[in-house]
Nanobody, 121 residues
Framework: QVQLVESGGGLVQAGGSLRLSCAAS????????MGWVRQAPGKKREFVAI????????DYVDSVKGRFTISRDNNRKTVYLQMNSLKPEDTAVYYC??????????????WGQGTQVTVSS
């Protein structure tokens, strides 16, 4: 049974930081690219970041470059999203997701349940 369980969301003031974690199980974690996708109220899901299966390559949506960092620990089967200098427009539900293909699409094989991030101004 595949599971992706996110944690680390919460309420933070603008300029603050949060670190999201996503623990994976039920599939060969080290063979999948891992991504973070977010969905703000009333908006479509948006690609945030992706990291390759060995962690060598990472890409980000322009709006978070320089503020967010994606990383992974294949031994722990966990992917992280370090979010710094948070802005109110970063408020969204953040989803962890896994896929074989490394690309910026929203086509993922597995999804987590999401964790809420709220940034107050």
């Amino acid at each position: 049974q595949v599971q992706l369980v996110e944690s680390g969301g919460g309420l933070v003031q603008a300029g603050g930081s949060l670190r999201l974690s996503c623990a994976a199980s039920g599939f060969t974690f080290g063979r999948y690219a891992m991504g973070w996708v977010r969905q703000a109220p009333g908006k479509k899901r948006e690609f945030v970041a992706i990291i390759s299966w060995r962690g060598v390559r990472a890409d980000y949506v322009d709006s978070v470059k320089g503020r967010f960092t994606i990383s992974r620990d294949n031994n722990r089967k966990t992917v992280y999203l370090q979010m710094n200098s948070l802005k109110p427009e970063d408020t969204a539900v953040y989803y962890c997701a896994a896929k074989i293909m490394y690309d910026g699409s929203l086509e993922y094989d597995y999804w987590g349940q999401g964790t809420q991030v709220t940034v107050s101004s």
